[in-house]
């Protein structure tokens, strides 16, 4: 009776532990993107020239939340990101200064408890409007060579990053 109990025990551990294994190896990894802040950028191009890719977004905004979920959550779309790009992913209502480009931009307030920064202005105004998400790719330079926004799917920018955005200064 004993004997019994104790293969049972041993039978019922062993099939846990077979499940717990299973379970985990049918978990995909996904890739994790790499981003990096305005600040760094200077450094990071005196490395490797690089373009930038710039997200910018609002909190408010269930477009750019969607985007975070789905587009940025795509393993191509990563990939590419992390090996062509020094991705930014940037708030455009963040109430911090930010150096860039020898530079400091800043919040600008309008109105009680709202305002846009002055980078956000100046990277995702299209058509003279502020425009929620926003992708902007920068060149070596640091001109504006992509913008776009509006929500853009995995496919649409997996498609946009290789065409020729992620290129490298001959």
């Known amino acids: 009776m004993r004997n019994s109990i104790f293969f049972s025990i041993l039978l019922l551990i062993m099939k846990m532990t077979s499940c717990i294994s299973l379970s985990e190896k049918s978990i995909p990894f996904t890739p994790s993107l790499v981003q990096y802040q305005f600040s760094e950028v200077d450094s990071l191009m005196l490395e490797e ?3 930038i890719a710039v997200f ?3 909190t ?6 969607n985007m975070e979920q789905t587009t940025f959550q795509n393993k191509e779309v990563i990939q590419v990101l992390n090996e062509k790009y020094y991705f930014i992913s940037f708030d455009g209502e963040q109430k911090e200064s930010v150096l860039f ?3 400091w931009f800043k919040y600008i307030p309008n109105g009680r408890n709202t305002g846009t920064h002055e980078l956000a202005i100046a990277l995702a105004t299209i058509d003279r409007s502020l425009v929620y998400p926003s992708f902007v790719v920068l060149n070596f330079d640091y001109e504006i060579i ?6 853009l799917e995995s496919v649409a920018m997996k498609k946009i990053l290789e065409e020729g955005k992620g290129k490298t200064r001959k």
């Open 60 to 65: 408010w905004c269930k477009y750019c939340r």
């Open 101 to 103: 480009r020898n530079r």
């Open 146 to 151: 992509f913008q776009y926004g509006a929500f």
């Open 56 to 58: 910018l977004h609002a």
């Open 49 to 51: 020239e690089r373009p």
